[in-house]
């Protein structure tokens, strides 16, 4: 879900500058899952530039507001959402945890790190979705740790059904401030890609995993 259109362009349009995000439909990507994609996204890169940094801190706290309400606390998902979340709690004044992709190994053997306590309300963030699959499982982790998850929120999504169908599974909603259809809209606009490239965009962000077979 996208809350505010003007503030998706924006971010989209960030994105895009700092090449966050980037787009070769004629010269694509290959993601560890073997998919071939035209674009490549790492969200970690807003953290290099301050001016952007703030805009997306503000952006989360305003729309995490907007759709959740104030929590109790919050959670980052390692690793993107370490530092965003960390950001978002210090501009809400909230306290912060983060969740590892599992248990550790060694020490106390924690997945979710930091002080909570069972039936805090809590919003999760993250700085990408794709799957949703990582982000599934840092939420079943705070469930069975007795949290009470209101929701996600990310910087970005690619737009992919299964996504929604995972949130759906665990009864999550989730928000992300752009998304592919945003970042497309602002490529043309500024000329990072052509009309000609449209169509394969559109058939990539239909069926990623036949795209260019």
């Given at each position: 879900?996208?809350?505010?259109?003007?503030?998706?362009?924006?971010?989209?349009?960030?994105?895009?500058?700092?090449?966050?995000?980037?787009?070769?439909?004629?010269?694509?990507?290959?993601?560890?899952?073997?998919?071939?994609?035209?674009?490549?996204c790492d969200n970690r890169i807003t953290l290099s530039y301050p001016n952007i940094r703030?805009?997306?801190?503000?952006?989360?706290?305003?729309?995490?507001?907007?759709?959740?309400?104030?929590?109790?606390?919050?959670?980052?998902?390692?690793?993107?959402?370490?530092?965003?979340?960390?950001?978002?709690?210090?501009?809400?004044?909230?306290?912060?945890?983060?969740?590892?992709?599992?248990?550790?190994?060694?020490?106390?053997?924690?997945?979710?790190?930091?002080?909570?306590?069972?039936?805090?309300?809590?919003?999760?963030?993250?700085?990408?979705?794709?799957?949703?699959?990582?982000?599934?499982?840092?939420?079943?982790?705070?469930?069975?740790?007795?949290?009470?998850?209101?929701?996600?929120?990310?910087?970005?999504?690619y737009g992919f059904t299964v996504a929604d169908e995972n949130f759906n599974q665990v009864?999550?909603?989730?928000?992300?401030?752009?998304?592919?259809?945003?970042?497309?809209?602002?490529?043309?606009?500024?000329?990072?890609?052509?009309?000609?490239?449209?169509?394969?965009?559109?058939?990539?962000?239909?069926?990623?995993?036949?795209?260019?077979?």
């Amino acid at each position: 879900m996208i809350l505010n259109k003007d503030r998706a362009l924006k971010v989209a349009e960030f994105l895009l500058q700092i090449k966050a995000v980037k787009l070769q439909p004629n010269q694509p990507f290959q993601w560890a899952s073997g998919w071939q994609s035209p674009i490549y996204c790492d969200n970690r890169i807003t953290l290099s530039y301050p001016n952007i940094r703030t805009y997306i801190r503000q952006a989360y706290s305003e729309a995490l507001l907007e759709y959740y309400g104030k929590p109790d606390i919050i959670a980052g998902i390692a690793t993107g959402g370490i530092a965003q979340g960390a950001l978002v709690a210090q501009e809400l004044g909230l306290p912060f945890i983060y969740v590892r992709s599992e248990a550790k190994g060694h020490g106390m053997g924690n997945q979710i790190e930091g002080a909570f306590e069972k039936g805090q309300k809590i919003v999760v963030i993250e700085d990408l979705i794709s799957t949703g699959g990582s982000s599934i499982k840092a939420i079943e982790a705070l469930k069975a740790a007795g949290l009470d998850v209101k929701g996600l929120i990310a910087i970005f999504t690619y737009g992919f059904t299964v996504a929604d169908e995972n949130f759906n599974q665990v009864n999550c909603p989730y928000v992300t401030l752009t998304n592919y259809d945003f970042l497309v809209e602002s490529a043309l606009k500024k000329d990072y890609i052509s009309e000609s490239d449209l169509e394969s965009l559109k058939l990539w962000r239909e069926n990623p995993a036949d795209w260019r077979k």
